[in-house]
């Protein structure tokens, strides 16, 4: 039987329902493991702005860590600011790009698209428009509405 395969999704964290939606299919399918839930972590945490310096730092390496060990990244495309979303993606697009590793990256959402997210299209990411076509690529079945 062959292993899982490790995901990471990433999110704006004040799209909190639709993050979990995802990572809770992620974690339901025989075929993915979610390599770190940061969400769960953040919910049971202080906010940032009452963590001290090395707990900021600890949160952030649990974060890069789960992304290092993702061989699928799922980038769930904000609809609005989110600092944290865009850091992970430059960070895994990094991995995907230039380490030569063979990783699959998906995006979805109809959030606005940037210039990044048309560079990694040019070089192998996969784009959806909705995170249920993401879903139906990744075949983590279910309901997905």
Known sequence: MASA???????????RPRVRHAMDLVKKSSAYSL????????E???????LSASELEAAAIDDVNGIYQASVFWFLLPYGPSAGAW???GYFARMFRYAGL????IISGSGLDSVFVAWLRSIGAERYETDEEAVNALQLGGDHA
Do not use: I
């Open 5 to 15: 395969l490790s995901v990471y999704v990433a999110g704006s964290s004040n799209e």
């Open 35 to 42: 390599t770190h839930d940061w969400l769960a972590v953040m």
């Open 44 to 50: 049971a945490s202080k906010p940032d702005y009452e």
């Open 87 to 89: 850091f992970e993606l």
């Open 102 to 105: 063979k990783h699959r990256l």
